[in-house]
Nanobody, 118 residues
Framework: VQLVESGGGLVQPGGSLRLSCAASGFTFSTFDMKWYRQVPGKERELVAT????????VYAESVKGRFTISRDNTKNTVYLQMNSLKPEDTAVYYC????????????WGQGTQVTVSS
């Protein structure tokens, strides 16, 4: 099982980035997908969730209206489009796959650094 994030980097305030998470080794289309972020010394924060069929999305209040989560089940990939970035969006962003059916299965990626700074 692998979740490989990409697309992180350094961006100026007000800029945009698109994160990607490529999944392999499991049935991607049956999992809810989530993006979390974490700053050193703080708990991991749930940023966005998309249901397995992409009909349901949920966002943290801090990113609502600026971030968009999407997925392509034909490419086994989930995306996070981040617009109007702020310095407080700086964090390591993690991709997560979750399925709750006859038990819980939870997979994590290694994370990608996003730094918003002028």
């Amino acid at each position: 099982v692998q979740l490989v994030e990409s697309g992180g980097g350094l961006v100026q305030p007000g800029g945009s980035l698109r994160l990607s998470c490529a999944a392999s080794g499991f049935t991607f289309s049956t999992f809810d997908m989530k993006w979390y972020r974490q700053v050193p010394g703080k708990e991991r924060e749930l940023v966005a969730t998309i249901g397995s069929t992409a009909t349901r999305t949920v966002y943290a209040e801090s990113v609502k209206g600026r971030f968009t989560i999407s997925r392509d089940n034909t490419k086994n990939t989930v995306y996070l489009q981040m617009n109007s970035l702020k310095p407080e969006d700086t964090a390591v962003y993690y991709c997560n796959a979750l399925r709750r059916f006859l038990g819980t299965i939870n997979y994590w990626g290694q994370g990608t650094q996003v730094t918003v700074s002028s």
